[in-house]
């Protein structure tokens, strides 16, 4: 079920690591329901699988396509990003101290000081930018994990990896990085030094806006992965096979996906810099952006899909934007095919950090010159 090593990652991924059926050369897997497997005579299972929520067969391809992608070890398969990110800290134990960014996905900072605090974790929320703040915040002996989200969610802030990585080994924790925006074509965290990388599958991954999924991969497969895929199996956090044959599918096109989502929001950004009716352009992939210099290192072959803009206006003004966009699909999530823009202040609520005048666009596959003409008549 593999190619040589030395292929092109678009060869890889196009191929499943050329996949074909063993029983009828089928080069589409199949998809495998069954949720229990059978034991001969003398009582040995026939092929090692014992029951679906562990050892189902639909999990083995996309796991192994993710592990080539990430320059892993190892990967596993979740049934959401929130229960791959949450097996994360659900492996660590009461006591330890963990840092996770300012800015970071809504759900997973709700649930971080709601359920986790609760359960014992001290977590506590630094500027992964800045790294005298990250060096001060940590506890030698006591913090296990650092958690970085780059490109963040919804600013597009950058973080670097590498240099986190070195911060937290240094006091014998893990750098765990969600690395949902950039996709494994665009950053690979493990190389950069972190222990793992994590995505929300129903993200760029699937790219189709029709499979909820999450994954891990880990550049060891240490003690600490293997209470991650204990997590995995005791909270049954686990993916259905038809979603993970769905996933797969959607990642054979990974390839040609996101590079032309990058050229698109590249165009995007670099068209509203300096729109009289824009504040600010958020966009790694512009010079003028804070954290460009770091991204450009990086982050390989685009900027990815995703770009924020500050409207002049605030929240009210904003909001009359998005309603005016005929072809922009006003809905949550993003990395599909399908070019969407959320409000995310007000989806987040009055706690929310996110700036009252921000809109977080997921730029799709339509074309970038209709994309720019909708937000232009939408903006003036």
Not at 301 to 309: C, D, H
Request: net charge neutral; proline share 5%; hydrophobic share 45%.
């Amino acid at each position: 079920m593999s190619l040589l090593s030395s292929v092109k990652p678009a060869t890889a991924i196009a191929q499943a690591l050329g996949f074909l059926d063993p029983a009828t050369g089928a080069v589409v897997p199949p998809i495998h329901p069954s949720t229990t497997y059978e034991r001969g005579t003398d009582n040995r299972l026939l092929s090692g699988r014992l029951y679906s929520r562990a050892d189902n067969p639909n999990y083995d391809g996309v796991e192994a396509l993710l592990t080539h992608l990430e320059g892993g070890a190892a990967s596993a398969v979740f049934s959401s990003g929130m229960a791959a990110a949450t097996a994360v800290f659900q492996a660590l134990h009461p006591g330890d101290h963990v840092l996770v960014p300012g800015v970071i996905y809504w759900a997973l900072r709700n649930w971080l000081v709601g359920w986790a605090a609760d359960w014992g974790l001290q977590i506590q929320t630094v500027d992964m930018t800045d790294l005298d703040r990250v060096r001060a915040a940590i506890r030698p002996g006591q913090t296990r994990l650092v958690w970085c989200e780059t490109p963040a969610n919804p600013t597009l802030v950058v973080s670097d990896i590498a240099a986190l990585a070195d911060i937290a080994h240094q006091a014998g924790a893990r750098l765990a990085v969600d690395s949902t925006f950039a996709t494994p074509l665009l950053t690979q965290p493990l190389a950069l030094g972190a222990d793992l990388v994590m995505h929300s599958a129903t993200k760029y991954l699937n790219g189709h806006s029709d499979v909820i999924a999450g994954s891990l991969t880990t550049r060891v497969a240490d003690d600490a992965w293997q209470r991650i895929l204990r997590v995995r199996v005791q909270t049954g956090s686990v993916l259905g096979p038809f979603e993970a044959w769905l996933l797969l599918r959607g990642l054979r096109t990974l390839h040609v996906r996101v590079p032309a989502q990058c050229r698109s929001a590249l165009a995007v950004a670099t068209h509203f810099e300096r729109h009289r009716t824009v504040l600010a352009t958020l966009y790694p992939g512009l010079p003028s952006f804070g954290g460009h210099a770091i991204a450009a290192r990086q982050m390989q072959g685009g900027f990815g899909g995703m770009l924020s803009l500050r409207v002049q206006g605030g929240s009210e003004r904003a909001l009359a934007v998005i309603g005016r966009l005929k072809l922009w699909k006003r809905a949550t999530s993003l990395g599909g095919v399908e070019s969407l823009v959320e409000h995310r202040a007000s989806v987040e609520g009055p706690q929310s950090a996110t700036p009252a005048d921000l809109l977080r666009l997921s730029v799709g596959l339509e074309d970038t010159g209709d994309l720019i003409a909708d937000l232009e008549q939408a903006l003036n």
